[in-house]
């Protein structure tokens, strides 16, 4: 065989085995990003797969306690216009670590959480808060001019 057709068998099984260890990792890695009422029409389906919702904490679901390890926070997440009446799709969540700064522990944070789903909990091993938006009106400001 020639030194320059075994260059080339040689590139293109390099540019292939990456092509397939690039496709393996984002497949293994990826994981889908839910609203509450996607998870609800699903979660029967998401038992004990890595799954990654987004949602508001429903005000007054927030338990917190110190642990070990960390602290071991439980709640409810609702819906982005969760109000916290019944009837609302919620998920119970409960994590251990650290709790980020800006999560409420009154509710009504905007937060993701990375975890899985089985018996009905979300056991998160990941909690992240959104930052209110610097942009948005204020309530009064519009009733001032």
């Given at each position: 065989?020639?030194?320059?057709?075994?260059?080339?068998v040689a590139a293109v099984l390099i540019v292939g085995a990456v092509a397939y260890l690039?496709?393996?990792?984002v497949r293994q890695s990826a994981v889908y990003y839910l609203t509450i009422e996607e998870f609800a029409a699903k979660k029967h389906v998401l038992a004990n797969e890595g799954i990654r919702i987004a949602g508001r904490v429903t005000p007054g679901s927030?338990?917190?306690?110190?642990?070990?390890?960390?602290?071991?926070?439980?709640?409810?997440?609702?819906?982005?216009?969760?109000?916290?009446?019944?009837?609302?799709?919620?998920?119970?969540v409960h994590f251990v670590g650290v709790t980020p700064d800006m999560f409420k522990a009154?509710?009504?944070?905007?937060?993701?959480?990375e975890g899985?789903?089985?018996?009905?909990?979300?056991?998160?091993?990941?909690?992240?808060?959104?930052?209110?938006?610097?942009?948005?009106?204020?309530?009064?400001?519009?009733?001032?001019?």
């Open positions: 065989m020639k030194p320059r057709t075994r260059f080339a690039m496709y393996t990792g927030v338990s917190k306690k110190m642990t070990p390890v960390g602290e071991e926070l439980n709640f409810q997440l609702g819906d982005f216009t969760s109000d916290g009446h019944p009837g609302n799709d919620t998920v119970r009154e509710g009504g944070s905007d937060v993701i959480v899985k789903f089985r018996d009905g909990v979300v056991y998160a091993h990941s909690v992240l808060t959104s930052c209110p938006s610097k942009y948005e009106a204020e309530a009064e400001a519009g009733s001032r001019n």
